[in-house]
């Protein structure tokens, strides 16, 4: 037996490690395609204008240095070692961080947060992973340092304006990551293609560049749709290739031109370039910065692959490859003063310069594809968290989560994309722009986690101002630097950002007010008790599934319609699917199903919780689980309970987390959708299609009780007579009296988002003939 039982952990220890392996070597082609393409732009961009080499060759080693040292702090140091250990369940990015922040201080973007909210899993597992043991040194949990973060906790909780700050910091490094989604794909493919000026002349190269560059990236994005897992198999291989080009290169250009180019990885030549450049070498460190382009992906796509994985990925394949092909690309430019241009080809020898050109057009492509896709999944988290209006999200893989396409923000970044290459034509000014959003989204990062250590870790205010001093000074280094060239091309990312931001505070702040009216004016649930034949109302067969934003209460839009058309279904459910600031969200937990008001009235307020990264099921499966989610409730005892809910917060203890599973027996049936009232209008025969949904049958079971039979019996009954949407479609207006800049982000701002934005995800594909929309105007 103990035989037996060591062959099967080695046997699992050898499958462990494959797949640790195989992780490690997918993260090559997802998260690092840009930072790998970084140094086709980096020298270029550094000695465009404002300084030149000279024979002494400070200039080129103190670039090397600033290069080496950058990337050594910033991408090992900080990232590899102390970020990505502040995952938010095994997710990582801007808004993870700021999602850590909001659970642990109780703030938060969503207005519908209940106290239930923080019994899911998610929410157990962020408070088990702030034990201390993620940053290096020192003991876990002092008291002082408790004692401090009760303190900043309470000032945050305390003051809103501090509140409204921070989410304004953290869409503006959300705002810059899709800025930098705009002008990665141009820089990577315009550097790229940059190697034909090298076989051509200068005005044929004119004439040729930009051309192509734009032929390559409007093919890049008409492929999204695809998905990344359909080339994704070529991803890995092609960064492998390109890494190791780069590095067989960079051998060889040191061991050719400069073996002695290693002392430049002295600090002390960082002292030389400055003091002997000045204002221009203070100014060259916009495209110095450039070297890092891409490092955020390390962290923004930790859900994708494990920690170990990424971190191994880039200390043993990608940081070395890295050094080294920046030292040949100095060695060889110390022996080479004369030369015109300055960029990566000039180092390829002659006789490899067009394999290598197809490589590294590849691995442009590749890069730009992360940075796209990354895109994606920012903008999905943001419209989950309710900072961005509703948009189409289509899943492009089964099995991968994360690879998603959106069709709007693809066609809208590809303009985007190719206004910025035709306009700029220019790998500088291309630069300046890339290098601005890239360090913005650092500088964000460094300062959000400064808050994540004192919070959630619970270490010492000591240590996270010595991160924040650290980091935040390379980085605001690098922010001047950057921003000093704002005519230059900086302004872009400024402009972007602007614009995205402006996008989505004006709707968070709509949704938000929008939200409080629903609360102001929502109906008591006595006033609905009170319905009945008495006064007019008939109750008819079928469900009746009432969209709502509110996890309690009775929203005015249905007494709206109640009061217009004095009848509602026979069994009535209050549904409100809302976001949850944790990124996934377990099916076992994902159903908050009560009761309104006593049994034999059959009204039920379900709701149903998604993570921001989670997937929300079409109409027919989501049907189908919350049909079975009331059934369980039923089943589990519901029904000898009474839950009058008035208030959210009391609600939290009179509903029940509901599994998804299917206690009930289930059959495929065919079946002809009823013609709508414009059918029967045009008094013809109407030949519907026919559809295929899942029929409901009570279990054979003697256990259960009657009165649980009976209702179980008339929900079955009712879902077999057909099920009604009443979807609510408001019109927003500012209220007489409120200020311009109210009135315009209101009236005209979020309207316009409003109108143009996707409905309820489950509500997509529902027949119109099954639809009552219910027009209201909110005045806010």
């Given at each position: 037996?103990?035989?037996?039982?060591?062959?099967?952990?080695?046997?699992?220890?050898?499958?462990?490690?494959?797949?640790?392996?195989?992780?490690?070597?997918?993260?090559?082609?997802?998260?690092?395609?840009?930072?790998?393409?970084?140094?086709?732009?980096?020298?270029?961009?550094?000695?465009?204008?404002?300084?030149?080499?000279?024979?002494?060759?400070?200039?080129?080693?103190?670039?090397?240095s600033f290069v080496f040292w950058t990337l050594t702090l910033i991408p090992l140091f900080k990232y590899v070692f102390i970020v990505l250990r502040?995952?938010?369940?095994?997710?990582?990015?801007?808004?993870?961080?700021?999602?850590?922040?909001?659970?642990?201080?109780?703030?938060?973007?969503?207005?519908?947060?209940?106290?239930?909210?923080?019994?899911?899993?998610?929410?157990?597992?962020?408070?088990?992973?702030?034990?201390?043991?993620?940053?290096?040194?020192?003991?876990?949990?002092?008291?002082?340092?408790?004692?401090?973060?009760?303190?900043?906790?309470?000032?945050?909780?305390?003051?809103?304006?501090?509140?409204?700050?921070?989410?304004?910091?953290?869409?503006?490094?959300?705002?810059?990551?899709?800025?930098?989604?705009?002008?990665?794909?141009?820089?990577?493919?315009?550097?790229?293609?940059?190697?034909?000026?090298?076989?051509?002349?200068?005005?044929?190269?004119?004439?040729?560049?930009?051309?192509?560059?734009?032929?390559?990236?409007?093919?890049?994005?008409?492929?999204?749709?695809?998905?990344?897992?359909?080339?994704?198999?070529?991803?890995?291989?092609?960064v492998v290739t390109w890494l190791l080009c780069i590095s067989i290169i960079g051998v060889y250009n040191i061991v050719h031109w400069n073996p002695?180019?290693?002392?430049?990885?002295?600090?002390?030549?960082?002292?030389?370039?400055?003091?002997?450049?000045?204002?221009?070498?203070?100014?060259?460190?916009?495209?110095?910065?450039?070297?890092?382009?891409?490092?955020?992906?390390?962290?923004?796509?930790?859900?994708?692959?494990?920690?170990?994985?990424?971190?191994?990925?880039?200390?043993?394949?990608?940081?070395?490859?890295?050094?080294?092909?920046?030292?040949?690309?100095?060695?060889?430019?110390?022996?080479?003063?004369?030369?015109?241009?300055?960029?990566?080809?000039?180092?390829?020898?002659?006789?490899?310069?067009?394999?290598?050109?197809?490589?590294?057009?590849?691995?442009?492509?590749?890069?730009?594809?992360?940075?796209?896709?990354?895109?994606?999944?920012?903008?999905?988290?943001?419209?989950?968290?309710?900072?961005?209006?509703?948009?189409?999200?289509?899943?492009?893989?089964?099995?991968?989560?994360?690879?998603?396409?959106?069709?709007?923000?693809?066609?809208?970044?590809?303009?985007?994309?190719?206004?910025?290459?035709?306009?700029?034509?220019?790998?500088?000014?291309?630069?300046?722009?890339?290098?601005?959003?890239?360090?913005?989204?650092?500088?964000?990062?460094?300062?959000?986690?400064?808050?994540?250590?004192?919070?959630?870790?619970?270490?010492?205010?000591?240590?996270?101002?010595?991160?924040?001093?650290?980091?935040?000074?390379?980085?605001?280094?690098?922010?001047?630097?950057?921003?000093?060239?704002?005519?230059?091309?900086?302004?872009?990312?400024?402009?972007?950002?602007?614009?995205?931001?402006?996008?989505?505070?004006?709707?968070?702040?709509?949704?938000?007010?929008?939200?409080?009216?629903?609360?102001?004016?929502?109906?008591?649930?006595?006033?609905?008790?009170?319905?009945?034949?008495?006064?007019?109302?008939?109750?008819?067969?079928?469900?009746?599934?009432?969209?709502?934003?509110?996890?309690?209460?009775?929203?005015?839009?249905?007494?709206?319609?109640?009061?217009?058309?004095?009848?509602?279904?026979?069994?009535?459910?209050?549904?409100?699917?809302?976001?949850?600031?944790?990124?996934?969200?377990?099916?076992?937990?994902?159903?908050?199903?009560?009761?309104?008001?006593?049994?034999?009235?059959?009204?039920?307020?379900?709701?149903?919780?998604?993570?921001?990264?989670?997937?929300?099921?079409?109409?027919?499966?989501?049907?189908?689980?919350?049909?079975?989610?009331?059934?369980?409730?039923?089943r589990s005892g519901g029904s000898d309970r009474n839950y009058f809910i008035e208030d959210a917060e009391k609600s939290c203890e009179k509903m029940?987390?509901?599994?998804?599973?299917?206690?009930?027996?289930?059959?495929?049936?065919?079946?002809?959708?009823?013609?709508?009232?414009?059918?029967?209008?045009?008094?013809?025969?109407?030949?519907?299609?026919?559809?295929?949904?899942?029929?409901?049958?009570?279990?054979?079971?003697?256990?259960?009780?009657?009165?649980?039979?009976?209702?179980?019996?008339?929900?079955?009954?009712?879902?077999?007579?057909?099920?009604?949407?009443?979807?609510?479609?408001?019109?927003?207006?500012?209220?007489?009296?409120?200020?311009?800049?109210?009135?315009?982000?209101?009236?005209?701002?979020?309207?316009?988002?409003?109108?143009?934005?996707?409905?309820?995800?489950?509500?997509?594909?529902?027949?119109?003939?099954?639809?009552?929309?219910?027009?209201?105007?909110?005045?806010?």
């Open positions: 037996m103990d035989l037996e039982s060591g062959r099967a952990a080695s046997t699992a220890k050898r499958e462990s490690w494959r797949e640790f392996l195989t992780l490690a070597y997918q993260s090559l082609g997802v998260v690092y395609g840009d930072l790998s393409t970084s140094p086709l732009y980096v020298y270029k961009s550094t000695f465009a204008d404002d300084i030149e080499h000279s024979e002494g060759n400070e200039e080129i080693y103190g670039v090397l502040a995952d938010d369940n095994g997710e990582g990015g801007t808004f993870a961080l700021y999602s850590l922040i909001c659970r642990h201080v109780r703030i938060g973007l969503l207005p519908s947060g209940q106290l239930i909210d923080e019994e899911l899993s998610a929410y157990k597992k962020g408070d088990g992973n702030i034990n201390g043991n993620h940053l290096p040194g020192g003991p876990s949990i002092a008291s002082a340092s408790v004692s401090t973060a009760s303190r900043i906790k309470k000032l945050l909780e305390k003051h809103h304006v501090l509140q409204r700050l921070l989410l304004i910091f953290a869409l503006l490094g959300t705002c810059m990551m899709i800025g930098d989604g705009v002008l990665t794909p141009a820089i990577s493919v315009f550097s790229a293609v940059s190697g034909l000026e090298l076989s051509m002349s200068k005005e044929q190269h004119r004439y040729v560049e930009v051309p192509v560059a734009c032929f390559i990236l409007v093919c890049l994005f008409a492929l999204q749709h695809y998905g990344t897992h359909r080339v994704g198999f070529l991803f890995a291989p092609i002695h180019v290693y002392r430049a990885l002295s600090p002390y030549y960082m002292y030389k370039f400055l003091k002997k450049t000045q204002t221009g070498g203070w100014m060259s460190l916009g495209g110095i910065l450039l070297c890092i382009t891409g490092s955020e992906a390390m962290y923004a796509d930790l859900g994708h692959f494990s920690q170990l994985s990424v971190k191994v990925a880039f200390t043993s394949v990608v940081y070395p490859s890295l050094i080294l092909a920046y030292m040949g690309q100095a060695a060889y430019l110390s022996q080479h003063h004369t030369i015109d241009h300055i960029g990566f080809y000039v180092s390829v020898p002659e006789q490899i310069r067009w394999p290598v050109l197809a490589i590294a057009i590849l691995a442009a492509v590749v890069g730009s594809q992360a940075v796209i896709t990354g895109t994606f999944s920012i903008i999905k988290q943001c419209s989950a968290l309710g900072c961005f209006p509703r948009v189409k999200i289509m899943h492009t893989s089964s099995s991968m989560h994360g690879q998603i396409y959106i069709p709007e923000i693809n066609w809208m970044l590809m303009i985007l994309c190719l206004a910025v290459t035709v306009g700029f034509r220019d790998t500088k000014r291309l630069g300046n722009a890339s290098g601005l959003a890239v360090i913005t989204v650092m500088l964000v990062t460094t300062c959000l986690m400064s808050l994540v250590i004192v919070l959630c870790w619970h270490k010492s205010i000591f240590l996270a101002l010595c991160f924040l001093l650290l980091f935040g000074t390379i980085e605001a280094f690098y922010f001047s630097a950057s921003l000093i060239k704002f005519l230059e091309g900086a302004w872009v990312p400024i402009a972007l950002s602007f614009m995205f931001m402006i996008i989505m505070y004006i709707w968070h702040y709509g949704t938000l007010k929008k939200y409080e009216f629903d609360v102001q004016n929502k109906v008591s649930i006595s006033w609905l008790l009170n319905l009945g034949p008495s006064l007019g109302i008939v109750r008819v067969r079928g469900i009746g599934l009432i969209h709502t934003e509110l996890v309690s209460g009775i929203p005015a839009i249905f007494s709206h319609f109640v009061t217009n058309l004095p009848a509602f279904h026979q069994v009535l459910i209050f549904l409100c699917v809302k976001s949850v600031p944790v990124p996934y969200v377990q099916p076992e937990e994902r159903f908050l199903v009560g009761r309104i008001g006593p049994k034999e009235h059959r009204i039920y307020r379900v709701i149903v919780r998604y993570g921001y990264r989670d997937e929300q099921k079409d109409d027919s499966a989501f049907e189908k689980d919350l049909i079975s989610g009331i059934a369980e409730f039923i029940t987390v509901v599994g998804i599973g299917h206690h009930l027996c289930e059959e495929d049936v065919e079946f002809e959708e009823a013609p709508g009232p414009s059918d029967l209008a045009m008094r013809s025969p109407v030949i519907l299609p026919k559809r295929k949904r899942v029929r409901f049958l009570l279990p054979k079971s003697p256990q259960l009780d009657s009165g649980v039979r009976d209702e179980l019996q008339e929900l079955m009954e009712a879902r077999e007579a057909g099920m009604s949407f009443i979807l609510g479609n408001s019109y927003t207006r500012a209220k007489n009296g409120s200020g311009f800049i109210k009135r315009l982000a209101i009236n005209y701002g979020y309207e316009f988002l409003r109108r143009n934005s996707r409905g309820p995800a489950y509500a997509a594909t529902i027949p119109h003939a099954s639809t009552l929309e219910v027009g209201m105007v909110y005045h806010v």
